[in-house]
């Protein structure tokens, strides 16, 4: 049998680092964070009439959310083992519960940002934080409940702009508020989380090791991990454009507010759908074909989002391609910058700055063009993505007989 780690109530098994109730809480964060994310941007008519905002004032709602992002996944990372897995969860929930409450109730535009801001923090922990443990916390399982929990953001992405439009955009506080006292619920079940996670043996050295930093190796390894950070931080950037601006431009081209927060929620419906879909053909073909096709699906699609007629329909298609980017993309990177250890912790913190990028820049787009401007914009964000995925297909292609290629 299975030796148990037991606390009262709670039991961990000696292969896991949860509890079956702390699996579903996890899961359940996973939503939360798919969903506050997803909030901004059918809010943004109601956050420009409530506070007196410019397209990208407002935009600076989803910026803020994004900076505290990247600061959460850094400060997740560094603390990382060094203090209990309880604790760092804990304090991210927990910022998450406060600065919801913090926008939502906020008299002034400054409080609002800031409580944004924190918002966002907690969600870096979290999203950093549950993907590393689920990384290492179920052994042979850990992609599969991966798979798993990555899911659930799509689920709560699909569910933010929903209930926005079931309620109005108007009624955004409530809405924040309700999910601050669901993030705040989310505390209990952390005690069926193993405070320490058993380090990893074998795999690639460290990279915090001076003496592995400073080989010849890891230094040919900088222009593969600087592409994989273009890469990633665009195509978050199209990423959070579309769920932020989809609604406005749909509105402004001539839809209802209610299709076009729904067409937003199916924008994010269908982005979880891409994942399904593409994990079996990620045995037949290889990550850099994926993506690829997946960033040149983006493209034409997001010029087709141009056209008003189909722009909803358009917009759909690229939450479809756009999909299977961010996590085939991660073992893609693994393997071919195996230098860098913590490689996966950077990119994923400096994607995050697409999402700060994405809402000022896209608003002062409307600002000196029209609103009809954001998809040929994001088209040459997508442009961009599919050239660096040709650039770094090119340059880790495996000669035959040979190991990939090094730029």
Known sequence: MRTLIARPGKAVRSDRSFSTPAIVASCVGFVLIGALQSL?????PALRQDFGLSPSGAGLALSAHFVGGVTGVLAFDRAFGRIGNRALLGTSYAL????SVAFALSPSWPPALLGALVTGFGFGGIDYGLNQLFATGFGRRSPAMLNVLNAHFGIGAIAGPALIGLFGADRYPSVFTAFAVLAALLLIPLRGVRDRTPTATGGAPDDSDPAVRTTGAARRTAPLLA??????????????????????HLEAVGYSTTLAASATSVYWLMMTVGRFLVAPLTLRRSEP????VSCA???????????????????????????????????WLKRAVPAAQRAGALVIAASMVGGVAAGPVLGRTIELFEVRAVPVVLF????????????????????????????
């Open 96 to 99: 998450m519960a406060l600065g």
């Open 297 to 331: 699906g983006m493209a034409v699609c997001l010029i087709a989002a141009a056209l008003p007629g189909v722009a909803p329909y358009a917009y759909a298609g690229v939450g479809l391609f756009i999909a299977p980017i961010f996590p085939t993309g991660l073992p």
């Open 380 to 407: 040459v964000l997508a442009a961009v993505c599919l050239a660096a995925t040709g650039w770094l297909a090119h340059a880790t292609r495996e000669p035959q007989g040979g190991s990939p290629r090094t730029p």
């Open 289 to 292: 074909v994926i993506i690829a």
């Open 40 to 44: 901004y941007g059918p809010a943004l």
């Open 227 to 248: 592409v994989f950070v273009v890469l990633y931080v665009l195509h978050v950037a199209v990423e959070a454009g579309v769920g932020g601006w989809e609604p406005t």
